[in-house]
């Protein structure tokens, strides 16, 4: 995922301990329960742990505009952490970078992907119904700072499906 216009440069990259500053910003902003550092170090020293940084230069400065946390375990995808910050939000970064993470899996033949989201976050709900996810359960009471319930979703990709 890589793209340039006249203003700015989108990169991906391997997230980094250097970017957590930045990633613990918009992660503050963006859940009621947010991941604290730790939570991040522990996922870059996980083996099956993807963590990618989504990094935007613009007029000569850069920024961490996204991340997405995901973990290849057996024959699925789980995706464990994604988050986009606010002035970044409806550019399209979220759905790319859930094909990157298709991609990914494809690559070392993974084809079902699995998330957990709060039932009332309809914009993420959105969004991965966009990228072929359903749902397919539901766990009540999954989070533990508002009781909520968590909707699981599943999505399977063509070759599967082709396959199939
Ligand atoms: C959810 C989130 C990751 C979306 O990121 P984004 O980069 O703005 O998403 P995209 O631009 O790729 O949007 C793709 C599609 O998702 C849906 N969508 C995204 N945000 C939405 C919103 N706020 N309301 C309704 N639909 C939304 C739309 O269908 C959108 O397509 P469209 O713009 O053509 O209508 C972002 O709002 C965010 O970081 N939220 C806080 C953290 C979070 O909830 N993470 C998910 C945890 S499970």
């Known amino acids: ?6 203003n700015q440069q989108i990169s991906v990259d391997l997230m980094k301990k250097e970017d957590l500053p930045e990633i613990l910003a918009i992660e503050r902003a963006s859940f009621s329960a947010p991941w604290t550092e730790g939570m991040f170090l ?7 742990a993807q963590c990618l940084s989504i990094k935007v230069e613009r007029e000569g400065k850069a920024y961490i505009a996204a991340y997405i946390i995901f973990w ?3 024959d699925e995808v789980h995706l464990h952490n994604l988050a986009v910050r606010s002035d970044f939000r409806r550019q399209g970064l979220a759905c790319n970078m859930m094909n990157l993470m298709k991609d990914i899996a494809a690559q070392v033949g993974i084809t079902r992907q699995t998330l957990e989201v709060r039932e009332s976050n309809l914009g993420a709900i959105n969004l991965y ?3 072929g996810f359903v749902v397919k ?11 909520e319930d968590a909707l699981v979703m599943w999505a399977e990709n063509e070759q599967e499906k082709n396959n199939g």
């Open 1 to 6: 995922m890589s793209s340039e216009n006249a």
């Open 42 to 48: 522990d996922e870059l020293k996980t083996t099956h």
């Open 72 to 74: 290849l375990v057996a």
């Open 129 to 131: 119904r966009k990228c």
């Open 137 to 147: 359960g539901k766990r009540p009471r999954y989070y533990t700072d508002t009781n």
